[in-house]
């Protein structure tokens, strides 16, 4: 097992909570489930262990129609008629129609490699219970082949999950649970300034005082993210926008400048148009 601890990196900001999960689920050689709200980092999260402890990383992203058995392997039986059919050769040997998934990709890393299953909830609500005997156990049954395929060294297992469907319980008490909350001021403070190091002072607390109040604006469809926040800075340096024009403003008062980075919906540009409206009638 490698004896490094993880604790954040020089481009991810991750509190001490998050470091003691990270840790506690490698010492208990546990899957660590991540949740929390989109633009968190929580896929981010699996590759920057990867990149600090020198770990490679295999990323398995899951989709609705997502089978588990794709993450083992799957039985390319089409290819194998059709090469038949031209009287190919290597159709007596099965293993080689067999295609590696990601699993095994990890398990027969040589060095002890991160496993990423992101937004595993985006699944079918069994796809958790048929991967748990795999994941506990560290090997699976090649039944074609008859073959073995055992973990050469246990990976570090990152499960992500946007919370789109509830995960089995059976699923949950084999992993290890931590829910990233929204970077409070103090926070995303130091995450701005690992992406813009050179901002200056004032543009960072008033484009900061804006993003928050944005996001506290009662009945929002889709809340701005981190992500959608460091484009919006991007944004503001490249069209050289001034402090002033950030300086004061209420989301009440005012649609933000250039908001198509920050609201990405038509629902919550109404809200704010409504909003603007009625504080302008409201102060006649």
């Avoid at 604790?7 to 840790?23: C, E, F, K, P, R």
């Avoid at 050689?29 to 262990?49: D, F, M, N, S, Y």
């Avoid at 490699?113 to 985006?122: G, N, R």
């Avoid at 009945?219 to 069209?239: C, F, N, Q, V, Y």
């Amino acid at each position: 097992m490698n004896d490094n601890r993880f604790s954040g990196t020089d481009t991810y900001i991750a509190d001490d909570d998050l470091q003691m999960a990270v840790n506690a689920a490698v010492t208990l050689q546990r899957p660590l489930l991540v949740k929390g709200e989109p633009g968190t980092g929580k896929t981010q999260l699996a590759e920057e262990i990867a990149r600090s402890l020198g770990m490679p990383l295999h990323e398995w992203h899951i989709k609705s129609t997502t089978k588990a058995r794709q993450g083992l392997y799957e039985y390319d039986a089409v290819a194998r008629l059709r090469d038949s059919q031209l009287g190919d050769d290597k159709v007596k040997d099965i293993s080689n129609y067999i295609l590696r998934g990601k699993l095994w990709e990890a398990f027969v890393s040589d060095q002890r490699p991160v496993l990423l299953i992101d937004e595993i909830d985006k699944a079918d609500i069994e796809f958790p219970n048929d991967l748990l005997q795999e994941l506990d156990r560290m090997e699976f049954f090649v039944y074609e082949t008859q073959e073995l395929v055992q973990a050469k060294n246990r990976p570090v297992v990152i499960i992500t999950s946007n919370n789109e469907k509830e995960l089995p319980d059976a699923f949950l008490r084999r992993c290890f649970f931590h829910y990233i909350a929204f970077p409070n001021h103090d926070t995303m403070k130091k995450i701005v300034k690992v992406h813009f190091p050179d901002l200056k002072k004032d543009l960072l607390q008033e484009a900061l005082n804006s993003f928050f109040a944005v996001r506290d604006v009662p009945g929002l469809k889709k809340r701005p993210s981190t992500s959608e926040l460091l484009d919006w800075i991007k944004l503001l340096l490249a069209e050289d926008i001034p402090v002033e024009t950030l300086r004061g403003k209420d989301a009440r008062k005012t649609i933000p400048v250039l908001h198509g980075a920050l609201l990405k919906n038509e629902q919550d540009v109404h809200l704010f148009e409504r909003l603007v409206f009625l504080d302008k009638r409201n102060a006649r």
